[in-house]
């Protein structure tokens, strides 16, 4: 029981982070922070995959989903990083 708890504490907070620093985009229109917010969105999406890896389908194996959608959030975040910082 602690262990979904955990983890769904784990897929809310990179959703509120997401939340918020697109909310941040949409007044400061600063790139970076697009980048940021779809890359938590990710990651929130990545941690949902594996509370239902883990608690809802047993039948299914999500482990290839679960890396495939982390490891696009952080490419988002990379893209953001390299390609976006040094604009003002």
Same mark, same amino acid.
């Given at each position: 029981?602690?262990?979904? /708890?955990? *983890? /769904?504490?784990?897929? %809310?907070?990179? #959703? =509120? ?6 909310? #941040?985009? @949409?007044? %400061?229109?600063?790139?970076? =922070?697009? $980048?940021?917010?779809?890359?938590? !969105?990710?990651?929130?999406?990545? *941690?949902?995959?594996?509370? !239902? ?6 039948? &299914?194996?999500?482990?290839? $989903?679960?890396? #495939?959608?982390?490891? %696009? !959030?952080? =490419? ?5 990083? &390299?390609?976006? @910082?040094?604009?003002?």
């Amino acid at each position: 029981m602690l262990q979904f /708890i955990v *983890n /769904i504490f784990g897929t %809310v907070v990179p #959703a =509120l982070c997401a939340v918020l620093l697109l909310r #941040a985009y @949409s007044r %400061v229109r600063k790139r970076l =922070l697009l $980048w940021a917010g779809l890359c938590f !969105a990710g990651l929130s999406m990545s *941690n949902a995959l594996v509370v !239902a890896d883990l608690f809802v389908v047993h039948d &299914i194996d999500l482990y290839r $989903w679960r890396l #495939a959608s982390a490891a %696009v !959030a952080m =490419l988002f975040l990379m893209y953001g990083l &390299i390609f976006e @910082s040094d604009q003002p």
